[in-house]
């Protein structure tokens, strides 16, 4: 067989290899899409499975989590705002509701009825010390949180001069309390006591501190002040205290 002849044999085979390969490759190709279209996204993505949400109403949240669980979904527990009306504690409502076909997995929400915390009332521990507000807040299951130096002055330093939460409010155990302290007496200037006679009590406390003065007189809680220590236009440092008097307590 001359050159010329096994040239021609040689690139036909080379040919025939390369269209060969060619669609050895195409076929591959085509079967690896219908085996990852049919086979493995289903099962990646799961089209076809679900799960029917189970009704986890009226349990308490350990039951409900473990009832999910079983079901091969994920729980997320949300409090509600207590509702006198319905059992306390337990689960009173669901999303997705109880029957709906979600996918495996699928994060369920249930809403529990919290009952309240046990409620104690805020000490009133205006015009202690610091320390001494402290131990009350504490002995109420309440506790101090902040220390605030105010711009109120009292004749002692470190004096509770406000708190927050009020006196006589109704927390829940374990509330924070917020105080506010007093740097004390100025010294070096004179402010004028001011007239309060005559004037209802919670009135003429507030003109006392306006002028830069400190009133405690606990008994004075109502009515009109009938009497005031000192008296009008003296002068007294920023500070210091005057003292009403009502008709109760005169």
Known sequence: ????????????????????????????????????????????????ASVEVPDVKDLDPGDAESTLLLAGLEGEYQEQPYNPNVAADVVVDQSP????????????????????????????????????????????????????????????????????????????????VTLWISPGIERGREVTVPGVVGMPVDQARAEIVGAELWVDSPRATSGEVTRQEPV??????PGEEVRIFTGSDS
Do not use: C
């Open 1 to 48: 067989m001359s050159d010329t002849e096994n040239g021609r044999s040689r690139s036909v085979f080379t040919d025939r290899a390369f269209w060969l390969g060619l669609a050895a490759i195409g076929t591959g190709l085509v079967v690896f899409a219908l085996l990852f279209n049919y086979a493995v996204m289903p099962i990646w993505t799961r089209h076809d």
């Open 97 to 176: 509701s109880a029957g709906t076909a979600v996918k495996p997995g699928r994060r369920i929400y249930y809403y529990v009825n919290v009952s309240p915390k046990q409620l104690v009332a805020v000490p009133d521990v205006v015009s202690r010390s610091e320390g001494n507000a402290r131990e009350e807040v504490a002995e109420r299951g309440l506790v101090v949180d902040r220390v605030e130096m105010d711009s109120v002055r009292t004749p002692y330093e470190n004096t509770v001069t406000r708190q927050l939460p009020t006196a006589e409010s109704r927390v829940p155990v374990g509330t924070r």
């Open 232 to 237: 009008r236009g003296e002068k007294l440092k």
